[in-house]
């Protein structure tokens, strides 16, 4: 009688077929992928299907025509620069506390003359901006 004990082999874990089913979906997903160019993108500003706002009674208005002009309150400025956006916003700050900014620019308007725009804001301490657009037309 053989009393010795069957040999039983460790157990493995074979990786090879893994590996090799992960590099083939690699290999599928580097194939399929479209990587697409931000410059091809056409935006379309300023319309929005946003619910309607809110009534803001503290408001500043700033309307920013596509020439460059700015307007704060309904009263054009003069100046296209930002020493007179900071003077004008000043001027309509009185008695106001904390206001909302509301920057209403043309859809043709620079982007530059909307940073102008931020950047008054920025120096007088505004931190609540908000812009204004028109509902734009069901797609």
Do not use: C, W
């Not at 400025?77 to 916003?89: I, K, M, T």
């Not at 009185?94 to 920057?103: C, E, K, N, S, Y």
Request: proline share 6%; aromatic share 4%.
């Amino acid at each position: 009688m053989n009393f010795q004990r069957p040999r039983t082999e460790d157990p493995e874990i074979n990786l090879i077929p893994l590996i090799d089913v992960l590099l083939v979906v690699l290999i599928f997903l580097m194939i399929t992928t479209t990587y697409s160019k931000y410059t091809q993108l056409k935006i379309e500003l300023p319309t929005a299907d946003a619910p309607p706002a809110q009534n803001l009674p503290h408001s500043i208005v700033v309307g920013v025509t596509a020439d460059g002009s700015y307007s704060v309150d309904g009263k054009l400025l003069r100046g296209r620069d930002v020493p007179s956006l900071v003077q004008a916003l000043r001027a309509a700050l009185q008695g106001r506390g904390d206001a909302t900014l509301v920057i209403s620019a043309d859809a043709q308007s620079t982007q530059q003359s909307v940073v102008n725009v931020m950047e008054a804001a920025r120096l007088l301490g505004l931190s609540r901006l908000t812009f204004a657009t028109q509902r734009g037309s069901a797609s």
